[in-house]
C-alpha cells in the first residue's frame, strides 16, 4: 500500500491533459468530476503518504509538479475560454515559475536537496484548486458559481502573490543561513 499515495499523484497527472481539453472545448460538465477527483488526490495523497508512513523523494517531486501542471494547465485554459482574466493565468505560471526557479537556484547554490511547500503555498494551492472548481460549476450554470468567480479570482491572484513573495523571502532566508554557515 506504500505505493498508493504515488498512484494518485500520477492519477492527477493523467487527467490533466482530460480536464484541459474538456475546458477548451466547453465541456465544463465532463471537465468538472475531474476536476473534483484531482482536487480530491492532491488532498488524498499526502495525507496517505503520512498515515502510511509512506513518504519518499519521488512523491515529494511529484506531487507539486502534478499541482503545477493541473494549475497552470486550468488557469490557462480558463483564460483562454473567457472563463476569467487572462492575466491571472499569467500570474499563477509567474507564481509556478518563480517556486521552480528558486527550487533550481537552490540545488546549484546551496547543498539543500529538500524544498518542502510553505503553508502559504499549500493555501495557495487549495484556493486555486477551490476556485477552479467555482469556476466550473460557473460554467456549468449553477449560478452561485457564477455570482463567486469574480471574488475568487481576487482570492486566486492575491493568495499567488502573497505565497509567491513568501518563498522569495524565505528563500533568501536560507541562501543568507547557508551562506553564514560556510
Not at 99 to 120: E, K, N, Y
Not at 139 to 151: A, F
Amino acid at each position: 500500500m506504500r505505493w498508493l499515495p504515488n498512484l494518485l499523484t500520477v492519477i492527477r497527472i493523467l487527467l490533466t491533459p482530460f480536464i484541459i481539453r474538456d475546458i477548451l472545448d466547453g465541456h465544463c460538465t465532463v471537465a468538472l468530476p475531474f476536476a473534483l477527483v484531482a482536487g480530491a488526490s492532491d488532498a488524498l495523497d499526502g495525507y496517505l503518504a503520512r498515515w502510511l508512513d509512506a513518504e519518499s523523494r519521488l512523491g515529494a517531486w511529484l506531487d507539486p509538479l502534478a499541482d503545477k501542471a493541473l494549475l497552470t494547465g486550468m488557469y490557462f485554459s480558463f483564460g483562454i475560454s473567457g472563463l476569467t482574466p487572462m492575466w491571472l493565468a499569467w500570474l499563477v505560471f509567474a507564481r509556478d515559475v518563480l517556486i521552480l526557479t528558486l527550487v533550481g537556484a537552490g540545488l546549484v547554490l546551496t547543498s539543500l536537496r529538500d524544498f518542502p511547500p510553505s503553508i502559504w503555498g499549500k493555501i495557495s494551492t487549495v484556493i486555486q484548486i477551490g476556485v477552479s472548481l467555482v469556476i466550473l460549476s460557473g460554467c456549468n450554470g449553477i449560478d452561485l458559481g457564477t455570482r463567486l468567480t469574480p471574488v475568487g479570482v481576487a482570492f486566486v491572484a492575491g493568495a499567488a502573490v502573497w505565497s509567491g513573495l513568501h518563498y522569495l523571502v524565505r528563500a533568501f532566508l536560507v541562501l543568507r543561513y547557508t551562506r553564514q554557515k560556510v
